[in-house]
């Protein structure tokens, strides 16, 4: 494949997004729809955070139901897309010297199946996950991004789904909220620096201030955003095709590096 493809960041939200239309799920699916298609997707999500680093292996990933509290509905949901063992061992072998499990226990998790069934609804496109290390610092997965760009020009769509804003404690469940002015603050932040392509102060989040100790009180779904950023190459624009703060607290901004 000839084409570079992008690779996108998502904020995926509440789960709820994944049986409902609305302003958010209306334009993942124009991302299926404007992006070329790609042969599989590299899906990094926040809901795979782990001591150590795995890659899905099956060739029938579950689909996993990792939340509670939910309607029955929501539990029904099934997303068969098909793995890509070859993907799997290729993202093991562009990640050495680290030692990446090949893993058969794990499947789709909600960060991954709750946004791809409105990208790829017929469930056409095989996906593998990656899970992200817990026990790293955020410049180590900005580094791992890196080595994964070159996924970009084998065919392979590279997802990261977490928030940028994700603060659950403040977040008004099923209510409309106006957005905090930490959450917006931080949000137009690190919009620029993305646009900009001063990703450093991204890497070393934690020493940005008040604003950014609200938005992240917790890494993990923050880092698939690093993920993503550390794929940029020169010259290439970053676009913003999602945007919104759902319930006051959770940014639905999605990043897309390329076209």
Request: glycine share 10%; net charge negative.
């Amino acid at each position: 494949m000839s084409t570079i493809l992008p690779s996108i960041f998502i904020g995926h939200g509440n789960p709820m997004n994944a049986i409902q239309t609305n302003q958010y799920t209306e334009a993942w699916k124009q991302i299926g729809e404007t992006v070329a298609r790609p042969k599989a997707i590299l899906c990094i999500s926040a809901h795979w955070f782990v001591a150590g680093t795995g890659v899905t292996i099956s060739t029938a990933p579950r689909t996993i139901h990792d939340f509670g509290g939910f309607p029955g509905e929501l539990y029904q949901v099934k997303y068969p897309a098909p793995g890509d063992p070859d993907l799997a061992r290729r993202v093991q072998k562009l990640l050495q010297p680290l030692p990446v499990q090949l893993d058969d226990s794990w499947g789709l998790d909600h960060g991954a199946w709750s946004v791809l069934r409105h990208v790829y609804p017929q469930a056409d496109v095989p996906v593998v996950q990656l899970s992200i290390d817990a026990t790293k610092p955020a410049s180590f997965h900005y580094e791992l991004g890196k080595k994964l760009a070159v996924l970009r020009e084998e065919g392979v769509l590279i997802v990261g789904s977490g928030n940028l804003v994700h603060n659950l404690r403040t977040y008004a469940w099923g209510e409309t909220a106006e957005p905090y002015d930490w959450a917006m603050k931080f949000e137009q932040e690190a919009r620029g620096m993305l646009v900009s392509g001063e990703v450093k102060p991204l890497i070393e989040y934690q020493k940005m201030g008040r604003d950014a100790m609200l938005s992240i009180p917790t890494p993990e779904h923050y880092l698939p955003l690093l993920y993503v950023a550390a794929t940029q190459q020169q010259g290439e624009a970053v676009t913003f095709p999602v945007e919104g703060i759902d319930g006051g607290s959770i940014s639905m901004l999605a990043v897309q590096v390329g076209k």
